[in-house]
């Protein structure tokens, strides 16, 4: 019998982004694991799934991608693919890049890879990219991580994709992707068969949610700045 999804039964395997969204992401969500360190490319991501995956776990949470190669996308898509398969009958959540170009090279091609994987398998998406395009300021003066709020941001984004795991979840126990009749992002428009929530609805998302997650990031302020005063990741794209 297929898995009931459970909110409180999710496990994040993410870069330095979980490790300073990852406090307010158990403010919303109590009980979710999280498993985040700085620098973690996607396949790095599957060896730690791999060790970490217990029976309990009935949400997988992967936004990895961040600190792949965008020149080398089909890195994300044989790690998604792994994620898959570990994953067996449970929602898989992921999410949208954003992050300046490595090399000459956008981060386009891993997004299209994501959208694939989505429309795919019915995977949950957080799109990132498309909030933080249209708040820049969520976003550092590196471009890639975000301030106190754009991780509060983040981590709703990431629960609310959970949730839709819960509430989407059918015989199957792989829901529909959210907003199926939607149109993809602009950079994924190459693809058709992508399916991401359009950049007005997700502008009217982040609206709503920066208002909404106010108290959390109040309540979270330390632990966030705590989580993230390190500094961000020394380099950022595979050798």
């Known amino acids: 019998m297929a898995l009931q999804a459970r909110a409180d039964r999710a496990l994040v395997i993410g870069d330095s982004l979980e490790v300073g969204s990852g406090p307010y992401l158990r403010?919303?969500?109590?009980?979710?694991?999280?498993?985040?360190?700085?620098?973690?490319?996607?396949?790095?991501?599957?060896?730690?799934?791999?060790?970490?995956?217990?029976?309990?776990?009935?949400?997988?949470?992967?936004?990895?991608?961040?600190?792949?190669s965008p020149s080398n996308p089909d890195g994300l898509a044989a790690s998604l693919a792994a994620v898959r398969q570990?994953?067996?009958?449970?929602?898989?959540?992921?999410?949208?890049?954003?992050?300046?170009?490595?090399?000459?090279?956008?981060?386009?091609?891993?997004?299209?890879?994501?959208?694939?994987?989505?429309?795919?398998?019915?995977?949950?998406?957080?799109?990132?990219?498309?909030?933080?395009?249209?708040i820049p300021s969520l976003l550092g003066r590196d471009g890639v991580h975000a301030t106190g709020g754009g991780y509060s941001l983040r981590a709703s984004l990431l629960a609310e994709a959970v949730q839709g795991c819960v509430a989407g979840a059918g015989a199957s126990g792989i829901p529909a992707p959210r907003n199926p009749s939607a149109r993809v992002p602009r950079e994924?428009?190459?693809?058709?068969?992508?399916?991401?929530?359009?950049?007005?609805?997700?502008?009217?998302?982040?609206?709503?949610?920066?208002?909404?997650?106010?108290?959390?990031?109040?309540?979270?302020?330390?632990?966030?700045t705590a989580a993230t005063k390190a500094g961000p990741e020394p380099v950022l794209g595979e050798p």
């Open 86 to 134: 570990l994953a067996g009958d449970r929602c898989i959540v992921v999410a949208t890049l954003a992050r300046p170009p490595l090399g000459g090279v956008s981060v386009a091609g891993l997004n299209r890879v994501v959208g694939q994987f989505a429309a795919r398998t019915g995977a949950q998406v957080a799109d990132w990219h498309t909030v933080v395009r249209s």
């Open 188 to 224: 994924v428009e190459a693809e058709p068969a992508a399916v991401l929530p359009t950049e007005d609805a997700l502008s009217e998302l982040a609206s709503v949610l920066t208002r909404a997650v106010g108290p959390i990031a109040a309540a979270l302020h330390a632990a966030g």
């Open 27 to 68: 403010g919303v969500l109590p009980g979710v694991r999280v498993d985040a360190e700085r620098g973690r490319t996607s396949s790095e991501g599957v060896k730690v799934l791999a060790a970490r995956l217990t029976a309990s776990d009935q949400v997988i949470v992967f936004p990895l991608g961040t600190n792949d």
